[in-house]
């Protein structure tokens, strides 16, 4: 008894941010596995040691809690200016490098977006417009830079943005799957170096300066 009140002290005592921050961790772990209808309020509070009362206090709703958990982890992107950058390429091979790199540590971010992708809903709604549409602009308004500094495949900027976030995302989110099919997907920093130069190729870039070459 003595043991449990002592738990339920040390949860109490936590910093509210702190708090705040592990149920983000643990609704991103949720939303990713089981989508939005299948996320469960009480395993993301107990998974972030916390009392699902708790959840109340720090998020007006499940929906809230969603969209917080989706702008922390699109927050983790850094899009480099291209169009001030003097080398387009490079800056936009760099982008690359850390969308994947992001990808890779954090596998939830795309596999949210796909849970999300795949039938209409508000919550798709908001994640285009909020996210992805701005996004898709932005890597478009590079790769026409790219272009017109004479470098990168012959290829329109859509297909350009399916290749970086299919070909290119999903190998991480969809990690479990090829695993089983025997089809090597590791998370590690390497793995994303390595799979962000194949993308690369793909696009006729060389990879950013300064990258490390990854490892088999």
């Known amino acids: 008894?003595?043991?449990?009140?002592?738990?339920?002290?040390?949860?109490?005592?936590?910093?509210?941010?702190?708090?705040?921050?592990?149920?983000?961790?643990?609704?991103?772990v949720e939303f990713a596995a089981h989508g939005f209808e299948g996320a469960s309020t009480r395993r993301i509070a107990e998974r972030a040691g916390a009392?699902?009362?708790?959840?109340?206090?720090?998020?007006?709703?499940?929906?809230?809690?969603?969209?917080?958990?989706?702008?922390?982890?699109?927050?983790?992107?850094?899009?480099?200016?291209?169009?001030?950058?003097?080398?387009?390429?490079?800056?936009?091979?760099?982008?690359?490098e850390r969308f994947l790199q992001v990808s890779a540590s954090h596998p939830a971010l795309n596999r949210i977006v796909n849970q999300e992708a795949t039938a209409p809903s508000s919550r798709l709604d908001?994640?285009?417009a909020t996210h992805l549409r701005p996004l898709h602009r932005l890597v478009a308004a590079a790769w026409a830079d790219v272009r017109a500094s004479g470098a990168g495949a012959d290829l329109p900027a859509d297909e350009v943005w399916e290749l970086v976030t299919t070909?290119?995302?999903?190998?991480?989110?969809?990690?479990?799957?090829?695993?089983?099919?025997?089809?090597?997907?590791?998370?590690?920093p390497a793995d994303a170096a390595e799979h962000a130069r194949r993308v690369l190729s793909v696009l006729g870039l060389a990879p950013a300066p300064g990258s490390r070459p990854g490892r088999r």
């Open 167 to 188: 070909y290119g995302a999903l190998r991480f989110a969809n990690a479990p799957m090829l695993a089983l099919l025997e089809i090597p997907s590791g998370t590690e």
């Open 51 to 96: 009392h699902q009362p708790q959840i109340n206090y720090h998020f007006a709703s499940k929906e809230q809690l969603w969209r917080a958990t989706v702008d922390r982890l699109f927050a983790l992107l850094v899009v480099p200016d291209v169009a001030a950058a003097p080398d387009p390429a490079s800056a936009f091979a760099a982008g690359v």
């Open 126 to 128: 908001w994640l285009v």
């Open 1 to 28: 008894m003595e043991k449990a009140s002592t738990s339920i002290r040390s949860r109490s005592r936590r910093p509210a941010a702190d708090l705040a921050a592990a149920l983000l961790d643990a609704a991103a």
